[in-house]
């Protein structure tokens, strides 16, 4: 599929999803969605793809879903068209690791875009934010959900309720981003972290992202009995004999994803 919207490179077992509508601050709109939940399932059906990125530009990784495509609707037409949802719903199902590389403005559903992602690496001009509230609306795709999760109910009821930006240092303080970088190294620390997971063996690293989504849909107890059954579950893989071999034997391990 040709894309309008966003860009794909694939390299090194790592794709890269740029979005790519300037003139809209990579504003999320109906088909950049469609075309981005087409990239990612090509990327988790392409063997040769063992890890992704989706970033934007320098001044925005996502200013927001389209002010403009969502002005007019009506209530009706709201609900029935269930903007998003079929598009969201393809993003979670996506079992490869995505980190969201995100420089400048992450807003609305551009920050619950980056939330989407397994982890967030942000750029010192990173500024993020739930500013739905000065339009009249609230955030509508995990910007009172996951947030709140994630930094807590303070901060999340902040940012909601006030439309406040959070600056780097603040969401990587909060647990909002997992670390921050100058803006001329963004890519380069995601696609090092990316390069750092593709070596892994991709069933642990499945296993990984399965078990740390858990934790937010189940109990704790439910959640350490997953964790500690897929644990032992990894032990009738090739990849658990070579990781462990090669520790003791000095050397790097090799893994086949067996
Ligand atoms: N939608 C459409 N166009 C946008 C958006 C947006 N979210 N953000 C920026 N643009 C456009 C501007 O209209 C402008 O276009 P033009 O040049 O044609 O006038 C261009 O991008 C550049 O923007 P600015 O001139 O405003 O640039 P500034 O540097 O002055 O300001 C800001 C940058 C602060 C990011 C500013 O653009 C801004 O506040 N943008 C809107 C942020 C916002 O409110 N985001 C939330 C949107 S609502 C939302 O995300 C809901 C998600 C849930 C969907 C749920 C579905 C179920």
Same mark, same amino acid.
């Given at each position: 599929? #040709? !894309?309008?919207?966003?860009?794909?490179?694939?390299?090194?077992?790592?794709?890269?999803?740029?979005?790519?509508?300037?003139?809209?601050?990579?504003?999320?709109?109906?088909?950049?969605?469609?075309?981005?939940?087409? #990239?990612?399932?090509?990327?988790?059906?392409?063997?040769?793809?063992?890890?992704?990125?989706?970033?934007?530009?320098?001044?925005?990784?996502? #200013? *927001?879903?389209?002010?403009?495509?969502?002005?007019?609707?009506?209530?009706?037409?709201?609900?029935?068209?269930?903007?998003?949802? &079929?598009? $969201?719903?393809?993003?979670?199902?996506?079992?490869? &690791?995505?980190?969201?590389?995100?420089? +400048? !403005?992450?807003? *609305? +559903?551009?920050?619950?875009?980056?939330?989407?992602?397994?982890?967030?690496?942000?750029?010192?001009?990173?500024?993020? +934010?739930?500013?739905?509230?000065?339009?009249?609306?609230?955030?509508?795709?995990?910007?009172?959900?996951?947030?709140?999760?994630?930094?807590?109910?303070?901060?999340?009821?902040?940012?909601?309720? $006030?439309?406040?930006?959070?600056?780097?240092?603040?969401?990587?303080?909060?647990?909002?981003?997992?670390?921050?970088?100058?803006?001329?190294?963004?890519?380069?620390?995601?696609?090092? #972290?990316?390069?750092?997971?593709?070596?892994?063996?991709?069933?642990?690293?499945?296993?990984?992202?399965?078990?740390?989504?858990?934790? !937010?849909?189940? &109990?704790?107890?439910?959640?350490?009995?997953?964790?500690?059954?897929?644990?032992?579950?990894?032990?009738? $893989?090739?990849?658990?004999?070579?990781?462990?071999?090669?520790?003791?034997?000095?050397?790097?391990?090799?893994?086949?994803?067996?």
């Amino acid at each position: 599929m #040709a !894309y309008e919207t966003i860009i794909v490179d694939v390299e090194n077992h790592v794709a890269q999803i740029t979005l790519n509508r300037p003139d809209a601050l990579n504003a999320l709109n109906d088909e950049l969605m469609k075309e981005l939940a087409d #990239a990612l399932s090509a990327a988790q059906d392409n063997e040769k793809v063992r890890c992704i990125i989706i970033t934007g530009s320098e001044k925005a990784f996502a #200013a *927001g879903a389209d002010i403009a495509m969502m002005k007019d609707k009506s209530f009706v037409e709201a609900f029935s068209g269930d903007l998003f949802t &079929p598009e $969201t719903e393809q993003i979670m199902r996506i079992r490869k &690791p995505i980190i969201a590389a995100v420089s +400048g !403005y992450a807003l *609305g +559903g551009g920050c619950e875009l980056a939330m989407m992602c397994d982890f967030i690496i942000c750029s010192e001009t990173a500024k993020f +934010g739930q500013p739905e509230i000065n339009l009249g609306v609230v955030a509508g795709i995990g910007g009172t959900q996951r947030l709140t999760r994630i930094v807590g109910k303070s901060k999340a009821m902040d940012m909601n309720l $006030t439309g406040r930006f959070m600056d780097a240092e603040e969401a990587e303080r909060s647990g909002l981003a997992s670390r921050v970088v100058p803006c001329k190294k963004l890519l380069e620390e995601a696609q090092s #972290a990316a390069q750092k997971i593709a070596e892994k063996s991709m069933i642990s690293v499945m296993v990984v992202k399965e078990a740390v989504n858990r934790a !937010y849909e189940v &109990p704790l107890r439910e959640g350490l009995l997953f964790e500690r059954r897929m644990f032992h579950a990894l032990f009738a $893989t090739e990849d658990q004999s070579e990781g462990m071999s090669a520790f003791l034997e000095k050397r790097e391990a090799q893994f086949r994803d067996k």
